[in-house]
Each structure stands twice: as structure tokens, then as C-alpha cells.
């Protein structure tokens, strides 16, 4: 019998059914994985797909070591129920609960760098995965990374005083790619064992994105930067990947439904859609987990994949936000039930969007919008619109000025994006009026909205961190801005 105000832990897993427990033993694993941000998606995406590759191999070499660079509680969540925590999936209609135990060990590199700087040097350790979110990769806007900002300095300067020799003492790591660097110089110095980088975030060719930023830092630290830097250049594979699973932030309600099914206490809980896919460039350095036995997709290119997932899906999911934030809806859910706010969705889409996409092989587009749209609707995830609304200047060019550039560049005005752009525009200026932008350039957005109104589009449009020369220079583009911002400005009228 288990006890809904014990904590989930080794110690209540044998009291739990078999169809909530882990189908493998989670006290036999090693670590084989190291994994930069542990947030909710890890938890709910890539930890469960190694989860079922470690039941249909029973291959105990692939634990993961997960560390969480921005919060000291979700190690206080975990630590305590030994890296145990449930995923509570929340389908149109069901709901299922398991627990997951592939996530071995829990660190914060604040004080603990140490201990994750050896994880990522240790010979058993084939794989470094991260999602640090599109803000975590520190980048300016030309995609370098920003030296200039003071973690960034900070881990340059501990990763050049870390070549030079045993520094007695272990320099907290401040950024996600600093610490990734200080790890692979450790490795370097210690094995030099080949290893593969698998960055799960929402970027344009994230594997040579991440591949760049960590040659860049490295050779920032100097000569003997620079020689990690070749040696990283034969070592290390950084794959590209396509991930996809909606995953709202987890609410006390999930926590007490959760706690309903599995009769524990769970703080490590996480939640996600029923839907779950993976696609990953098939191009590793050494062994890893057999991920494709899990359902994931391994190939020889991802690129057709991602960009139709981040540009239909991601592109779509942020203009629902913005425009369904400003008509008061709550929800992803409740936006796409709008009608107006369907009908811009498809109009991205379709003249907008497709237009600029291949089809990958066996993905039919049209079916795939169908699909997102569907899996927006799920009423039971709960995702909210200001959730996918944070961090706009940096999901943007990502997710939906790809589109605008290759649009312009057909001799195209893309209306809907345009749209979108001003629901965006919008919703900073009253966010940055009622104190609730949250955006790692909120300071300069804040600035940007607080002139006069009709220069609004205007003036976020001229922010080129944000916004590529291409999309700037584009008079009829700004005209559909402008117009789109008059509109949304006349007040939308609330949905309901
Ligand atoms: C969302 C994504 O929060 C967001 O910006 O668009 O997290 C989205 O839910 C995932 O990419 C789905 O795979």
C-alpha cells in the first residue's frame, strides 16, 4: 500500500503497480548521459524516449546526470525522490500517469559545476544533451556568442585559468555553453574519449548552431582555447534534431490529480500531450541509447523535419499566443476555438508558411497542419497563451521570420505573419505597461513600446537583434505591420 503523503522515492517504487513503476530497475543504471536544463520538456521528452530505449534493451549504460543551471528547486524536487518523478499525460478525452527513472542524478551547477564538469569528462559518458531554451544560448544577433555578457565572460575566464593547469578550486559555471566548454576542455585533458552533443531546443540547424558557439568560446579563452577547440573539431559530433511534445508548466491541480493515481506525494511531476516525436540526425561520435527502439526517427537529414515543425507548428503556437492573449483567452485551446483567430492561424499556414517549405519524405503538410491544429485544441493540457508567449524576441526570428525573409525574397508580403508580428507588437506594450513582459530584452522592449502608439510597429521593427535587415528594410512588410498594429490598437474586441 502506498501513502499519498509519502514522497515518490526508491523506497515506495516497489509498493507501485507495474503499469506506473519503470519497466527496468533505476538503481542499476550508470550515467551515460549528460543533460544541460532540466526543465519540464527533458523531463517529458527526451528522458522518457531514453527511459523506453533502457526497457526494450535492458542496456544499464545510459542514466542520465541531469543539471538545471537556472533553479535550485527543480534539484529540490528531485533530489529527495531520488530522481524519481511521474509524467502525467493529458490527452482530448484521457489521462494516464507513469514514473520515470532514467534521471539518475541531479545537480546545480552553481555549486556543484564540479561535479558536472566530471560527469561530462568521465569515459562512461557518450552523451551531453541541452535544453536551455532559445535565451540560454547567450547569442548576439548575429549568432555569435555574446562575449560581452558577464556569465559568458565569466565561464571564457574560468574555462582560460582551467587550460592552464589544476586551478585547486571550481569556478561556479554561469551559462550553459560555458559549462559545456569547461567540460569538453576536462574530457580533453582526461580521456579525450569521443562525444556526441545533442541539443533538443527549438532552433534553426541546432546542432551547428551549438557547434559554433562552442568553438567560438573555446577559442575565446586563448591559444590553448583554440587547440580544444581543434581537438573538439575531430572529437565531437553535434547532431541535428527535430523534438516536438507540448509540455504546459505543471499546476497544483496536475500535482494533485497525479497524486490521486500514484498515491505519492510527487514534486518532480512534469506533463505532456500524448503526442511525442523525435527526430534525430543520425551522426554520433560514439555508442548511444537506441532511441529509434523508443519510437524516436534516426536520419540522415533533419532539416526538411524542423523546419516545417518550427515554422507551422512554433510559428502558429506564437501567433495563437499573442493574438489570444490580447482577446483575453486563457488557454492555447480556447484561442484555437475562436474562430478569428483559426482562420489567421490557416491563413499562416497556408499562404504563408507552406509556401516556403519541402516536403519531407512521407510528410504530407496539409495533414500535418491538421494535426497541430488538432493538438492545439486538446482542452486538457492546459497550456496557457502567456506561457508561450515569454521570450518573444527570442523565439521570433526562429519561428516565424524565416518565413517573412523567404517570403519577401518570392517578391511575396506575408499578411498573416505580419499579423502576427503585430499581435507580438501589442502585447509588449501592454505587458511592458502592466509589468508582466517577461523577455530577456525586456529592458530595450520596454523602451521600444513607450513612445507614442502609432510609431510602435515602427520602433520594434528597427531592433535588429531582433530583426533581420531583410524584414526591416521591407516597406510593404512594416506598411502590414502598421496596419495590423492600428487594428489590434482600436482595441480588439474580446472574444467573449
Ligand atoms: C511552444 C513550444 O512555449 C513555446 O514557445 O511553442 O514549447 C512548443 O510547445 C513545443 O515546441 C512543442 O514541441
Known sequence: MTDSRQRLSFDALDGLGAALRPAHDPRGLQIGIVHLGLGAFHRAHQAVFTEDALAATGDTRWGILGATQRSATVVEQLRPQDGLYGVLTKGDGSTSLRVVGSLRQVAFPGEETGAVLDGI???????????????????????????????????????????????????????PIGLLVRGLALRWGRCGAPLTVVCCDNMVDNGATVRALVLAVAAAAGPRGERLAGWVEDAVRFPATMVDRIV??????HRAEAAGLLGLQDEGLVVGEPFSQWVVQDDFAGPRPRWDLAGATL????????RAKLRI????????????????????????????????????????????????AGLDLEAYRESVLERFANPNTGHTTIQVAM???QKLPIRLLGTVTDRLAAGATPRAAARAIAAWAV???????????????????????????DGLADRLLDLGQVFP??????EAFRAEVRAGVRDLQRGPVPAR
Open 121 to 175: 569528462a568521465a569515459p562512461t559518458t557518450h552523451i551531453v544533451s541541452l535544453t536551455v531554451t532559445e535565451k540560454g544560448y547567450r547569442r548576439t544577433a548575429s549568432g555569435a556568442p555574446d562575449l560581452a555578457d558577464p556569465g559568458v565572460a565569466a565561464d571564457v575566464a574560468a574555462l582560460r585559468a582551467e587550460l592552464e593547469g589544476p586551478t585547486g578550486v571550481v569556478e561556479p559555471s554561469r551559462t
Open 248 to 253: 504546459p508548466a505543471t499546476s497544483p491541480a
Open 299 to 306: 536520419t540522415g537529414d533533419v532539416e526538411p523535419f524542423e
Open 313 to 360: 507548428l512554433n510559428g502558429t503556437h506564437s501567433t495563437l499566443a499573442y493574438l489570444g492573449a490580447l482577446r483575453g483567452h486563457r488557454t492555447i485551446a480556447e484561442a484555437v476555438a475562436d474562430p478569428e483567430l483559426e482562420s489567421i492561424a490557416r491563413a499562416l499556414i497556408d499562404e504563408d508558411v507552406i509556401p516556403t517549405l519541402s516536403a519531407p
Open 391 to 393: 521570450d518573444g524576441s
Open 427 to 453: 502585447f509588449v506594450a501592454r505587458a511592458g505597461d502592466d509589468g508582466t513582459l517577461d523577455d530577456p530584452m525586456a529592458d530595450v522592449l520596454r523602451a521600444a513600446v513607450s513612445g507614442a502608439p
Open 469 to 474: 535587415a531583410e524584414v526591416a528594410g521591407s
